[in-house]
């Protein structure tokens, strides 16, 4: 029905950026709220940064990244964007992203999830 798509993850060093793009395609009639979730080994999975669909985009962070990553989404492509700056070896994880979909047809919203992508902040 919907699928996500991940991009830009990769090697990187401590201090350096990455941009991570998330594209949704499918059955879709409308795309509430998008996120970034990560999981580090060993580590249960948590919410890196989400935004809302209302008009500008109402977002929020995790305490660990606020100040050094920006979430951001095009609603004509259906993609969301997680800029990340000054990226720490703790930030090592893999990053998923996240959409909470009305399918075509349906009324009703629901999860769906991207397949994941490995950031690795290392030197």
């Known amino acids: 029905q919907v699928q996500l798509v991940e991009s830009g993850g990769g090697l990187v060093q401590p201090g350096g950026s990455l941009r991570l793009s998330c594209a949704a395609s499918?059955?879709?009639?409308?795309?509430?709220?998008m996120g970034w979730y990560r999981q580090a080994p060993g580590k249960e999975r948590e919410l890196v940064a989400a935004?809302?669909?209302?008009?500008?985009?109402?977002?929020n962070y995790a305490d660990s990244v606020k100040g050094r990553f920006t979430i951001s989404r095009d609603d004509a492509k259906n993609t969301v964007y997680l800029q990340m700056n000054s990226l720490k070896t703790e930030d090592t994880a893999v990053y998923y992203c996240?959409?909470?979909?009305?399918?075509?047809?349906?009324?009703?919203?629901?999860?769906?999830w991207g397949q994941g992508t490995q950031v690795t902040v290392s030197s």
């Open positions: 499918g059955s879709i009639f409308s795309i509430n709220a």
């Open positions: 996240i959409a909470h979909v009305v399918v075509r047809y349906t009324t009703t919203g629901r999860d769906f």
């Open positions: 935004i809302t669909s209302t008009s500008g985009g109402s977002t």
